[in-house]
Structure formats: structure tokens, C-alpha cells
């Protein structure tokens, strides 16, 4: 199975990259910028290869790995996530999308949840990619420490889409990463809780300055 990480060059990116590639997938990075995509799929590389993988991850612009593959990981910051999304319509119809958008706002110092007026960023993905299977996952993973390749964590994510099928196949990927746990949450309806426990985990490790904190379910 084909896994592009549409604009997958940050830390949610990262993680994905070099975790899934040890899980067994072909990983493509996808960006903007061809240059941008190959330094960086050069760089999970070298660090599957540091882990004892395999390093083949390939480097493309976003059109082309969207086209390449048979799921997309949205991993665009949530400002342009809904742009790039419109630009890949077409080259995303028909195929499983996940969605880790969390759109947030930051007040007085305080992170915010702020969806759009569809009710959350999956919503709104599925609205604009209306011909493809949008999941929403990975929302609440801490994303520096899941690209520290040296942490350890067991942490839980809350799985939910309108489509069965798809929902079930993300569980998979999920649960192939050493450390995470899929947790089948429902249909899209429940993606704005989702999405609204990032800022909160956000503002508890702020408050009580602790490291980025993840989700268990026990």
C-alpha cells in the first residue's frame, strides 16, 4: 500500500514518514517543492536506514504523490490544508484521505479550537473532497515527540469517517505503528470533539509544563 504525506515535511509528517515505512509501506513525501520533498525524503531515508529499515521513501510535489497513491495523509498545517485540498480534488477522487487537521487559534496565549462553520476540519474535507473517503486520525498525536525516532510512547487514536470500509483500513495503519492503539469513534458527526481535545491537551502541558501530552483510553 501506497501512503503519500501530502505536504508531509513537518513534525506529524516526519513521524509518519520513517514510522510507517518501518511498519511496512511505501511512504511518498509530498510538497509544494519537488527540491523540498527529495531533500526531505533523502532524510527519512537515512534515518529507516538508522532504525534498520529500509530506506525507499520517495520525494514528489504533491499532485504527483496524491496521484501515486492509494491513501493521502493530509499533513499541511490547517490554514492551507483546505486550499491544497481544492487543488487535489481530482487526483484524490476515489481514494481513502486522513485528515490530522486540528484548526486552532492561539488568544492571550491560550490555544483555541476554532473550526470552520462545516464543524471541523474533517467535515470540511469531505465537503471539498467529495468523491474521495476522508477519515479523520492522528489529531491528537504529540507531534515533536512522535518525530523524535528515540521516544517511546502508547498512546490511543480516536478513528472516525462516514465510510466503514475506510475507517477500517486506517485502523490498520494505525495500530501498525509500534506504540499506537486505533479506536473506532464513529462517523464524521464526532470529529469536532475530536479535533477540540488538541488544544486542551495543548494548554494541560503548558499549564502543568509537562512535556506534549497524547491521549490513552483506560
Known amino acids: 500500500m ?15 514518514a520513517f514510522r510507517l515505512k518501518l511498519a511496512g509501506y511505501d511512504v511518498i513525501i509530498g510538497s509544494r517543492k519537488e527540491e523540498k520533498a527529495l531533500s526531505k525524503a533523502q532524510h527519512f531515508n537515512a534515518l529507516v536506514e538508522e532504525l534498520g529499515g529500509k530506506g525507499d521513501i520517495q520525494g514528489m510535489v504533491n499532485e504527483e504523490a496524491a496521484m501515486k497513491a492509494d491513501v493521502a495523509v493530509i499533513t499541511i498545517p490547517w490554514q492551507h490544508a483546505f486550499e491544497t485540498a481544492e487543488k487535489l480534488r481530482d487526483s484524490l477522487a476515489g481514494k481513502v484521505v486522513i485528515s490530522p487537521v486540528v484548526p486552532m487559534v492561539v488568544e492571550n496565549g491560550v490555544f483555541r479550537y476554532s473550526p470552520p462553520p462545516e464543524g471541523s476540519a474533517g467535515l470540511k474535507l469531505a465537503r471539498i473532497l467529495d468523491s474521495s473517503k476522508v477519515v479523520v486520525a492522528f489529531n491528537n498525536i504529540p507531534a515533536k515527540r512522535f518525530a523524535n525516532p528515540q521516544e517511546r510512547f502508547e498512546w490511543d487514536v480516536a478513528v472516525c469517517s462516514d465510510d466503514e470500509d475506510a475507517k477500517g483500513m486506517v485502523m490498520e495503519i494505525v495500530s501498525s ?17 475530536i479535533e477540540a481535545l488538541t488544544p486542551l491537551l495543548i494548554n494541560l502541558a503548558k499549564r502543568n509544563k509537562t512535556k506534549e501530552l497524547g491521549v490513552r483510553f483506560a
Open 177 to 193: 505503528i509500534d506504540g499506537l492503539r486505533a479506536f473506532d469513534a464513529g462517523g464524521l458527526e464526532n470529529s469536532p470533539t
Open 2 to 16: 501506497r501512503i503519500a504525506l501530502i505536504g508531509g515535511t513537518g513534525n506529524i509528517g516526519e513521524g509518519l
